[in-house]
């Protein structure tokens, strides 16, 4: 555990992408861009005279639901450009071999990558807390809310962040890489919708147990789900199931961690006994 | 200390390596020199464990390849030909990566680092970034984080490729030290009189095949005791040809009736031929001019190895 701690390529990776300037430039413009939407939103509904001057709970939980989704896309699309490069990268700037000949075992490298690349991710979601706190000054939010999110979406930056390694690991090229990452998470947003409503239009009004995985497992749905609580009876009537969905989500995106780094552990080096 | 048994690795029908069969004792430097795609770099990407056999093993310190390349890891310090270096870091930092890769404690690495810095001649560049150092001190660094673990073996591929002659000359230099620390070490170059200088045996590959090897030794002193002379004269060479003859350590004395000129092979020391020469221009026999044919290190090494196969 303690040469986990100490990983070599985490530390490393972290000192380069906060030795520039650009990282925190990036956080800037981000916060920039949160702290307007929210200024804006605020001042938009307190203009209406019926309001009196204040967020109701209801405008309020509407802020939090927007921010939500800003953050889930942000999750989404920035974490395949963060990890999809990461071995790759060090493969086209020939700097991989010498790292693959140190007695670092392959775990450890994968995990360093993974761990510094959604580093940056993270800094950004935590630096946004405070502009998520707004919507406390008015109710409608609990801070468990908050917190429960705040880990679905440290749970899914992980997950495809782990995906993203893994193609980084087994493609040569880092674009290619990209766009196997992209297209997963284009896969897991509307495939998996798509299938969803598939299955459930073949089983109408039936048990479809393929209808309820494909619904779970994708990320708009969860979000949904916690959301507006009451969604779940919309599940349970398309699939007949009400199975709770974050817990199919949790072990669903646990599970394709779990795999993605295993896949990546084994073939970032090559099987030497192999003999092709 | 490396040992190649019946090394083979192809790619579909093209052999990149066929049979080698190699060993290389401990604190002995071994030279590589074949043409690019020969195989060198191959051989030593198996060595390195970053390349599977297609059949054959091979083995470090007697730790194989195949089934225990961690071991081998740790037992060698690698040096590719080609190679990138993380832009943003400081030289120091750069080591200092490398050095907690390898499980180095930090306490004792800036020590150590200091101590390898100086060994490449990087000292004063100790807190530059990687990007700005030069080619030259590129492949310097890339040796002392090749050296940082200590490793018993080095595998440098080309490691003096790509630089002007006053950093070759360097690199020449910190290969002399390694060699004094004991090291075994596996080096390639295409160029072979600077693999002579620093190796104690050479072994030549093409297309795949070890053609030979010998001790450098060997060729060293087949160049000293064959120097060709040529002696260019005004007048008829007869007179010329007989005063040579009559010398010592000359021999296969040809004389040129046409052009005026005696070429003869001279096996005497350096200051046999001062000796030699001085006494033949005292005397009167109109010469013109001498001059020693350079010696081709290549065709030595050719001569002696020919016929192939070792």
Known sequence: MKTDLSNPVLMKEIKLRFRSPKSFVGILFYLAAMSLFVIGFMYIMTQDSSSGGYLDPGQSYMLFTLLTYIQLVLVLFITPGLTAGSISSEREKQTLNMLLTTSQSSFQIIIGKLLSSIAFLILMLVSSLPLYSVVFLYGGVSPKQLLLFMFYFLLTTIAIGSLGVMFSTLIQKTIISMIATYGSVLSLLAVTGFLSIFFASLNQGGVSPAAYLFAAINPAVLTASLLAPDSGDFLHGMTGLRWPVWLTYLLFYLALTAAAVFVSVKSLRVNMARGK | MIETRNLTKSYGTFQALQDLNLEIGEGSVFGFVGANGAGKSTTFSILATLLPPTSGDAFVGGHSVRTSPAE???????????????????????????????????GS????????????????????????????????????????????????????SGLDPRARVEMREIMKRLKEMDKTILISSHILPELAEMCDEIGVIDRGRLLARQPVRDIHSMMKGDRVITVKLNGPPAAAASFFEERPFVSALR??????????????????QEELLAAAAASPLGIRSFSEEETDLEDVFLSLTKGGGV
Do not use: W
């Open chain 2, 109 to 160: 690495r800036k020590v150590l680092i200091g101590q390898l810095l100086d060994l490449v001649n990087l000292a004063e560049k100790r807190d530059a970034y990687v990007d700005s150092l030069s080619r030259g001190m590129k492949q310097r660094l890339c040796l002392a984080r090749s050296l940082i673990h200590d490793p018993k073996v080095l595998i440098l591929d080309e490691p003096a």
């Open chain 2, 72 to 106: 081998v890891r740790k037992l060698i310090g690698y040096m590719p030909d080609f190679f990138g270096v993380y832009d943003q870091l400081k030289t120091e930092e750069y080591l200092d990566f490398y050095a907690a890769s390898y499980g180095i404690p930090a």
């Open chain 2, 255 to 272: 004389r040129d009736d046409e052009t005026g000129e005696v070429t003869f092979s001279f096996s005497g020391s350096q200051s046999d």
